[in-house]
Structures are given as structure tokens and as C-alpha cells.
């Protein structure tokens, strides 16, 4: 059974760094691609950044261009999202999605739930 669980969530005053995790299980972790969408309430999800099993990496949102860095760590099965400079239009629930080899905005097979993410003073 496949996992991603996301970690690193939190409240964090604008201007501020976070780091999220996803955990996986149950995959061949380097055989996929991964990636970081956000959702706010009542909006669509984003899809934020994604490193693919050869680790390149793909951005598809323009706001968080040098600000934000994607990065996996195969041996621990893990996928990361450093979060730099934190604004309040940043606060969102932030997943982590898994997806053979190659990176796209779309067609992930495997989802974590999500961490909250709240910027504000």
C-alpha cells in the first residue's frame, strides 16, 4: 500500500521559512517523480514545483520562483519543500503527489493528505 505523508506544517509570521516533508511507502521511491501542489480553500490546486526521478526539477508556480526549493532524498524515501520568505498569500494546504519517472502539472497516481501552512503575524 502506497504512503505519502506530509509533515512540517505550521504557523509562521511573513518573512519566515518552513520546511515540509513527505514520507513515502509501499513505491519504488527513485523510480517516480514527485511534486508539491497547494490548495487554499474554495480555489483549485496549484501545482507548485516537481523534481523528477532523475532529479530534475520543474516549476510551474511564477510566485514562488527563489523562494521555494524542491528537493528528495532517495535513500530516506523522503521529498522536501524549503519555503523561504514566507508571505500570507502562501498559507495553504500543501500535498505532496507521486508519479512514474517524469514530471507534469497533472496525472499523479498517489497523493499524501496535506499540511497546513499559515503565514500571519
Known amino acids: 500500500q502506497v504512503q505519502l505523508v506530509e509533515s512540517g506544517g505550521a504557523l509562521v509570521q511573513p518573512g519566515g521559512s518552513l520546511r515540509l516533508s513527505c514520507a513515502a511507502s509501499g513505491l519504488t521511491f527513485s523510480y517516480y517523480a514527485l511534486a508539491w501542489f497547494r490548495q487554499a480553500p474554495g480555489k483549485e490546486r496549484e501545482a507548485i514545483l516537481c523534481i523528477s526521478s532523475n532529479k530534475g526539477e520543474r516549476l510551474y508556480a511564477d510566485s514562488v520562483k527563489d523562494r521555494f526549493t524542491i528537493s528528495r532524498d532517495n535513500a530516506k524515501n523522503t521529498l522536501y519543500l524549503q519555503m523561504n520568505s514566507l508571505k500570507a498569500e502562501d498559507r495553504d494546504v500543501y500535498y505532496c503527489?507521486?508519479?512514474?519517472?517524469?514530471?507534469?502539472?497533472?496525472?499523479?497516481?498517489?497523493w499524501g493528505r496535506g499540511t497546513q501552512v499559515t503565514v500571519s503575524s
Open positions: 503527489a507521486a508519479r512514474p519517472f517524469d514530471c507534469s502539472s497533472v496525472g499523479y497516481e498517489y
